[in-house]
């Protein structure tokens, strides 16, 4: 059974910063260069649509980015660890939301920030900025 789990959210000061960790059981993060497997994080503020912001290639560390983090937040994956990162910097108010991690995808990458794409998700973590 695969199970991911994310953690490290919290609350902080408009400007601070926050590292969320996703590990994942009975799921292996692929480590082979072409194998296209990827790992990305996702968010859903209040009665907004859930947002790809950040995802990985594990086999080949590529990562890809939405524009309202690029510069910002950093996604990174250690796959001995099955363990995924989000380190955000220079957080906003306007990131406050639930911040999920999903794997089981092998999209292209024009997709790999799509939903639909990916097959397990965690139960997300709450992150809140304030001013």
């Known amino acids: 059974q695969v199970r991911l789990m994310e953690s490290g959210g919290g609350s902080v000061q408009a400007g601070g910063s926050l590292r969320l960790s996703c590990r994942a059981s009975?799921?292996?993060?692929?480590?082979?260069?072409?194998?296209?497997?990827?790992v990305a994080w996702f968010r859903q503020a209040p009665g907004k649509e859930r947002e790809g912001i950040a995802a990985i290639y594990t086999g080949n560390g590529a990562s890809y980015y939405a524009d309202s983090v690029k510069g910002r937040f950093t996604i990174t994956s250690d796959n001995d660890k099955h363990t995924a990162y989000l380190e955000m910097t220079s957080l906003k108010e306007e990131d406050t939301a639930v911040y999920y991690c999903a794997a089981g995808a092998s999209p292209s990458q024009s997709t790999v920030l799509s939903s639909s794409k990916y097959e397990y998700w965690g139960p997300g973590t709450q992150v809140t900025v304030s001013s």
């Open positions: 009975g799921y292996q993060f692929s480590t082979y260069p072409r194998s296209g497997n990827s």
